[in-house]
């Protein structure tokens, strides 16, 4: 095999681009340095549409990309890359992806980057490793506090020619990679409830005689001390009118919303879909079977005490029941008058937003039944949901969304 130094773009390089492309599924990609338009078409390959804006200061574009009749649109603009950029930064454009390839030297390559990340948060850098003007500028952009940025280096460049001589060039282009880091938005947990307040010890303390009681029955809490902690505080902090359990019935909260309904005089509903006790290997304590009135989930008997009473508590933590999570339960959140605060756990959501919540998919969600909720919930407008644990998020991304609040929007 011979090795010819060149500077066009290998097949491994287009596979590479296409097959991030197929990863990332954008739905726009911004190019800068079209050439013949190799990267062009390796884009196109994995997209099912979408859109591709490509620039160069000349038009140099082959045949296969000017006969391209694809499901993609691709649009063509002549001109200087960086000027052309800051036009569209001011018109409010903005893509998934962006490829920089123009001029390599330190100042073209500054200024494509300077004008492309205010129309894109995902870039990529051809020629990273090869030219030090590229080098340069990704040196900078490791010392930003606002962008994340990784070189891959793969082997050199094979090429192929019209006799189908194989080449191995001694180019080694190398790209990297730069991602805008996500800013940290605190939660506005404004009208629903927050983290413990300082005298939360004092709070549980009244209740640890009670807890001696149901712990000496040989049964696991299901809720952690600081969960218990935490149903405390939301308990005093919504002062329901009833309380309403679905799931889990039997654990430590049902004993603990018993206690509260009791002292309070106020109606609590306690509904088992069944499974929990079969998956634990345990028993409802015999104590907690005589004071507790468990049916199965009754929706009627919800909606009805709904139409007597102002604001309440619907407590959801059923482990079976896909029917449960795909039918009924959204029935019956969207209903829920907006006084009543749901609490959801073993859901798992995987961040906070100022404005909601944005529901993961169902492969990370704790309760694999609880996933069928996740596009309901993202795509019911007229739903607040909050993190109920907000303090944690950004510290363990899986179980710090543990519970979930939602209440309509009113």
């Not at 990332?24 to 804006?53: D, W, Y």
């Not at 000349?58 to 499901?71: A, F, H, V």
């Not at 507790?292 to 604001?311: C, D, G, H, M, P």
């Amino acid at each position: 095999m011979q090795t010819l130094s060149h500077e066009h773009s290998g097949t491994e390089e287009y596979a590479f681009l296409s097959g991030l492309v197929a990863l990332l599924r954008p739905e726009s990609i911004l190019e800068i340095g079209t050439s013949s338009g190799g990267g062009t078409l390796a884009f196109t390959s994995a997209m099912n549409g979408g859109r591709i804006v490509t620039v160069d200061i000349e038009d140099q574009r082959g045949q296969e990309l000017l006969d391209y009749s694809g499901p993609a649109d691709i649009r063509f603009i002549e001109g200087d890359s960086a000027e052309l950029v800051r036009a569209m930064a001011n018109s409010g454009e903005y893509f998934d992806l962006a490829f920089i390839d123009g001029g390599h030297h330190f100042d073209q390559v500054k200024a494509d980057w300077e004008a492309v990340r205010e129309v894109c948060s995902t870039i990529l850098f051809h020629d990273a490793l090869q030219f030090s003007g590229v080098s340069r500028v990704i040196e900078e952009i490791r010392h930003s506090a606002d962008w994340d940025v990784s070189v891959l280096d793969y082997p050199p460049v094979r090429s192929v020619d019209s006799q189908g001589n194989t080449y191995l060039s001694n180019r080694v282009p190398g790209i990297a990679i730069a991602t805008r880091k996500k800013k940290f938005i605190a939660p506005d947990l404004k009208g629903l409830p927050g983290s413990p307040t300082a005298d939360r010890k004092t709070v549980l303390s009244r209740w640890e005689k009670s807890f001696e009681k149901f712990l000496a029955a040989d049964y696991p809490e299901d809720l952690g001390r600081h969960d218990l902690e935490m149903t405390l505080h939301l308990l005093r902090d919504i002062k329901p009118e009833f309380i309403c359990h679905i799931g889990h019935v039997g654990t430590a909260v049902s004993f603990l919303f018993h206690e509260y309904a009791r002292k309070h005089q106020i109606p609590a509903l306690f509904m088992d879909l069944g499974g929990f006790y079969e998956a634990k290997g345990a028993r409802l304590p015999e104590f907690l079977a005589g004071i507790l009135e468990v049916s199965e989930f009754n929706e009627e008997a919800i909606r009805k005490i709904w139409k007597t009473k102002y604001s309440g508590l619907l407590w959801i933590d059923p482990w079976n029941g896909q029917h449960f999570y795909n039918h009924n339960l959204p029935s019956l959140l969207a209903d829920m008058p907006a006084p009543v605060l749901a609490v959801i756990r073993n859901f798992s959501p995987d961040h906070g937003q100022q404005q909601g919540i944005k529901a993961p998919d169902r492969s990370i969600c704790t309760n694999p039944n609880a996933g069928s909720l996740c596009d309901w919930l993202n795509s019911y407008e007229t739903m607040e949901a909050r993190l109920a644990r907000p303090e944690l998020i950004f510290g363990d991304y899986l179980n710090a969304g543990h519970w979930i609040y939602l209440r309509r929007i009113q």
